[in-house]
């Protein structure tokens, strides 16, 4: 298994499942996923460049992204 992918899905559903209640933190998916912090902020940064995460704001957090969205399409 590839970690760095295990760990960019991981992060990902993390943020799926609480963000609908409200944003998710940094630290709150690092603790949950038990990955280091500063890999789940690298991780973070690139699922919002590639659109399947939104940061909302610095201290928010993230929340699903549009690019996300149309995953649901395709099930």
Do not use: D, N
């Not at 992060?11 to 990955?35: D, G, H, L, N, W």
């Not at 659109?51 to 957090?61: H, I």
């Amino acid at each position: 298994m590839i970690k760095v992918l295990a760990k960019a899905f991981a992060v990902y559903e993390e943020v799926a499942r609480k963000s609908t209640v409200r944003p998710v933190r940094c630290f709150e998916i690092a603790e949950a996923c038990q990955i280091a912090p500063a890999m789940v902020m690298r991780l973070l940064q690139t699922l919002v460049r590639l659109k399947y995460l939104r940061q909302v704001s610095r201290q928010a957090g993230y929340t699903i992204g549009p690019k996300a969205h149309s995953l649901e399409l395709c099930f």
